[in-house]
């Protein structure tokens, strides 16, 4: 069984940073697309980013391109959301996910595992 546990969420001022973790345990990370969804309430989830096995390709949102990054350390199976320029609609909760996904990279149902969510909270 693969579990997520994702880290590093909290309250920062518009402009600031956040650098999110997930660690992966449980089944081999390199087997894995990992991926960044959030959501907000009312809303539905949103994919943010995503990286590839390898972590030589990655897949951004057009509305956190420029701002935010992901990266993956496959010796410490743990995928990072670095945030940058936060602004109050980032505030949400921030998901990590673990998945085949393919061309499903961005919506939910390409990934199998789920972290339990970690909030960012961005005040104006």
């Known amino acids: 069984q693969v579990q997520l546990v994702e880290s590093g969420g909290g309250l920062v001022q518009a402009g600031g940073s956040l650098r999110l973790s997930c660690a992966v345990s449980?089944?081999?990370?390199?087997?894995?697309?990992m991926g960044w969804f959030r959501q907000a309430p009312g809303k539905e989830r949103e994919f943010v980013v995503a990286?590839?096995?390898?972590?030589?390709?990655?897949y951004i949102a057009d509305s956190v391109k420029g701002r935010f990054t992901i990266s993956r350390d496959n010796a410490k199976n743990t995928v990072y959301l670095q945030m940058n320029s936060l602004k109050p609609e980032d505030t949400a909760v921030y998901y990590c996910?673990?998945?085949?996904?393919?061309?499903?990279?961005?919506?939910?149902?390409?990934?199998?595992?789920w972290g339990q969510g970690t909030q960012v909270t961005v005040s104006s």
């Open positions: 996910a673990a998945g085949s996904a393919g061309l499903r990279l961005r919506v939910p149902v390409g990934y199998d595992y």
């Open positions: 449980g089944r081999t990370f390199t087997s894995y697309v």
């Open positions: 990286i590839s096995k390898s972590g030589g390709s990655t």
